[in-house]
């Protein structure tokens, strides 16, 4: 199964912004949707915003109107840009192939941590 490696993440302040990347080890266009997942210290991890391939886009109600999901599948990558960043987003973000209902695969890779300070 296709492996995926987060990076992008680091510490910002509060209002910043951070571009979060997501490389395949293989072609994710036959994969029709991602997502981009987050746990954050003593909580669930939760869907942050997904993507399929025809380009349909589902988003947090807590992201809406701050983050941007993308993909580019000739480069087999897909992308967060978060702006407007909070200290509630504060984070491990990892991306994961979404199956129905954006449930998440079980094969998380390693994630990046964004830390967003006040």
């Known amino acids: 199964q296709v492996q995926l490696v987060e990076s992008g993440g680091g510490l910002v302040q509060a209002g910043g912004s951070l571009r979060l990347s997501c490389a395949a080890s293989g072609s994710i266009f036959t994969i029709n949707a991602m997502g981009w997942y987050r746990q954050a210290p003593g909580k669930q991890r939760e869907l942050v915003a997904g993507?399929?391939?025809?380009?349909?886009?589902n988003y947090a109600d807590s992201v809406k109107g701050r983050f941007t999901i993308s993909r580019d599948n000739a480069k087999n990558a897909v992308y967060l840009q978060m702006n407007s960043l909070k200290p509630e987003d504060t984070a491990d973000y990892y991306c994961?192939?979404?199956?129905?209902?954006?449930?998440?695969?079980?094969?998380w890779g390693q994630g990046t941590q964004v830390t967003v300070s006040s």
């Open positions: 994961n192939v979404a199956r129905s209902g954006w449930a998440p695969r079980d094969y």
């Open positions: 993507i399929t391939n025809g380009g349909y886009t």
